[in-house]
């Protein structure tokens, strides 16, 4: 069975930084895409930004510029590195992995942005 657990979340003043990790554990599996979403109560989850295979990135127009994904596949881990945070960017973080023909996601980790 694989599993994704995130970690680095906590509570950070506006124009700060956070960094995001999460580590997949299990056995038998291939890691494709990853992916960062987040979901503030109430609202629908949304996605931040992938991480391919080869390395290339993509964002969502809110975080470019600011945030920056990243993936080691040595350590089958995938990284979010948070700056000039906002309040608008407190969430639950989530990180989401492709395992062949399934996405896998954590539980998530909670990043709390104070004006």
């Known amino acids: 069975q694989v599993k994704l657990v995130e970690s680095g979340g906590g509570l950070v003043q506006a124009g700060g930084s956070l960094r995001l990790s999460c580590v997949v554990s299990?056995?038998?599996?291939?890691?494709?895409?990853m992916y960062w979403h987040r979901q503030v109560p109430g609202r629908q989850r949304e996605w931040v930004a992938t991480?391919?295979?080869?390395?290339?990135?993509v964002y969502q127009d809110s975080v470019k510029g600011r945030f920056t994904i990243s993936r080691d596949n040595i350590k089958n881990s995938l990284y979010l590195q948070m700056s000039s945070l906002k309040p608008e960017d407190t969430a639950v973080y989530y990180c989401?992995?492709?395992?062949?023909?399934?996405?896998?996601w954590g539980q998530g980790t909670q990043v709390t942005v104070s004006s």
């Open positions: 989401g992995a492709q395992l062949g023909s399934s996405t896998s």
């Open positions: 299990g056995s038998g599996f291939s890691l494709g895409a």
């Open positions: 991480v391919y295979g080869g390395g290339s990135t």
